[in-house]
Each structure stands twice: as C-alpha cells, then as structure tokens.
C-alpha cells in the first residue's frame, strides 16, 4: 500500500526539488558556456549574460512536473500521475521549442525577422517557416496534450464539457508559455510573474488543489533558484526558460480545480497575448509607480 504524503510536505519537496535542479543545471553549463559562445548574448543593457540560465530553468521546470508524479496523496482533481506527465509534457515542448529558437537566433528568419504571434503566422503564410512557428506548433501541440490529460482527469456529465475543459487548458497553457516569454525583456521580469502568480495558488489547501498547488510550488521553487543570476545579470531565461517556465505556471493553473479561475486564467492570458501585438509591456509597466518598482526590485542599476 503507498503512503500518502501530507499536501504541504509535498509541496515543499516539489520546490526543494525544482530549485535543486535548476541551479545544478545551470552550474553544470558553465564549463560548456567557457567553450562555446553559442550561449552568449548581449542584454538591453549591452551586457554579456548567458542561456545557461534559461536552460537551468527548463530542466527545473521539467523537474517539477515528473516530481509531481512521485508525491502520492489525496485528492479529488485530476490524479497527480496525470498532472504530472501532463506537466512534463507542456514544460518539456516549451523548453525544447525555445531551445531550438535561442541556437537559431534568427538564422531561418531572412533579411527581416519575423516579429510576434502575427509577424510569424504572416511569414508561414507566405510560405516561409521561421523558429517561431514551429515554437506556435510545438508548443501548441504540448498544451493540447497536456491540456487534454487534465481534462481526462475530471469528471464529467457529457463529451462535450471534456472537450471544452481540454480546449480550455490547452489555451491557458501555450498562452502562459508565450506570456512568460514577452515578458523576458528586462532581468527577473518573467520570473517574477511566475511567483507573482503562483503564489496563491499555495493559500488554496482543498484536497482537490493539491495537484494545482504541488505544480505551483515547483515553478516557484524554480524560479527562486533562477532569480538571482537572472537579478545580477548574469543568466537570462531567453525563449528555452522563459517558456518552459511559463508553460509549468501554465499547467498548475489549467490543473486547478474551480473553472471560474481556468476560464479567467485563459481568457487573461490570451489577452494579454493579443494586446502584446499592439502595446509595450515594458512602457505600460514603466509609465505605473507600482509595477515600476516590482519590476525594478533586486535588479542592478542603469
């Protein structure tokens, strides 16, 4: 017979573990980073910062989801094995998309990079794939996979409301994903969204949240782990964290057990998206007092 694990133990082991293997991750990539350049890059600020950081955070991510699986305890939403692989599922396509995006930097693009959800799906239409539409594809296809495992795991009266439940998760998932990454403009910015986000989710203890809390204190574990290298300017998550990342805080919030918060957590996230085409978030976050300062908190000074 397997032992239960109190939520709140399991909770904390997720985090403990995630953060582990984000910094072993990323420490590991140090001596690969001195061989190579192909980790280099140039922040807003000019300065050199690595991906070994962004990398860290995908294996974190990843981490979190299959340590999910080995928590048995009880609960009433979708069953941990199936949040978990779940997760893996959804981290792994947004780690490996990015990854793939990060080494192309912009190779496969042509003389003029495509530029957002538009610019990309333009480029495709013209017949031209460029990394970011096969990032739209990879990603999409986790969040349907993962997106259709959490709604499998509920019950419900008719086919229909599992498949709308799926389609749901599926958009708040690949929405996060692609969130997290327009967020990674400035050091912390993303990871700071992250804890922002999922550290609610630690205040809900019904049994049927602990999938979605379990989850919640793995991203948070993993960005705790990733924020001060990201903070100094060291690392930067760059699209292999950043949407890894995001498709872990993606999945804890798809995993939750009240449908009023997973319409509302698609519905912002694909918003924001939406309006990303059009608005800077960097000049709305700069331009209010309060999200000035969130956001400027920890960070290295101009």
């Known amino acids: 017979m397997t032992s239960k694990v109190p939520p709140s133990r399991a909770a904390v082991r997720n985090a403990v ?25 140039t922040n807003f600020h000019g300065r050199t910062v690595s991906l070994r950081g962004g990398i860290g955070v995908a294996v ?11 928590c048995p305890h009880d609960t009433r939403g979708p069953e941990n094995p199936v949040s978990a692989i779940a997760a893996v599922t959804a981290a792994t396509a947004g780690g490996v998309a990015g990854l793939v995006d990060d080494l192309d930097a912009g190779a496969h693009d042509g003389d003029a990079p495509a530029k957002g959800l538009k610019g990309h799906l333009t480029a495709l239409r013209h017949g031209r794939v460029t990394t970011g539409a096969l990032k739209i594809a990879v990603i999409g296809g986790g969040a349907v996979i993962a997106g259709g495992l959490l709604a ?10 599992t498949l709308a439940d799926a389609a749901n998760g599926a958009v708040i998932i690949a929405s996060w994903a692609n969130l997290h990454n327009l967020l990674d403009l400035r050091p912390g910015r993303a990871l700071k ?34 924020l001060p290298e990201d903070l100094a300017e060291d690392t930067m998550l760059g699209d292999t964290g950043a949407n890894a990342l995001g498709a872990l805080v993606g999945t804890a919030l798809a ?10 957590a ?3 996230g694909t918003g924001l998206v939406l309006a990303s085409e059009r608005i800077s978030f960097t000049r709305v976050i ?17």
Do not use: F, W, Y
């Open 193 to 226: 969204a992250a804890v922002i986000t999922c550290g609610p989710m630690l205040a809900d203890r019904r049994p049927e949240a602990t999938s979605s809390r379990v989850l919640a204190a793995g991203a948070l574990g993993t960005a705790a782990a990733a």
């Open 60 to 70: 974190g991510a990843v981490t979190a989801g299959a340590c999910a699986g080995r």
């Open 266 to 268: 698609a519905i912002i």
């Open 17 to 41: 573990g995630s953060a582990i293997a984000t910094a072993m991750a990323s420490i590991a990539l140090r001596g690969a980073q001195s061989q190579s350049g192909r980790l280099r890059r």
């Open 152 to 161: 499998g795991g509920r019950r419900h009266d008719h086919t229909a409301k």
């Open 255 to 264: 995993a939750h057990p009240s449908r009023a918060l997973r319409v509302a």
């Open 286 to 302: 700069e331009n209010n007092r309060v999200l000035s300062a969130v956001d400027r908190l920890g960070r290295r000074p101009q």
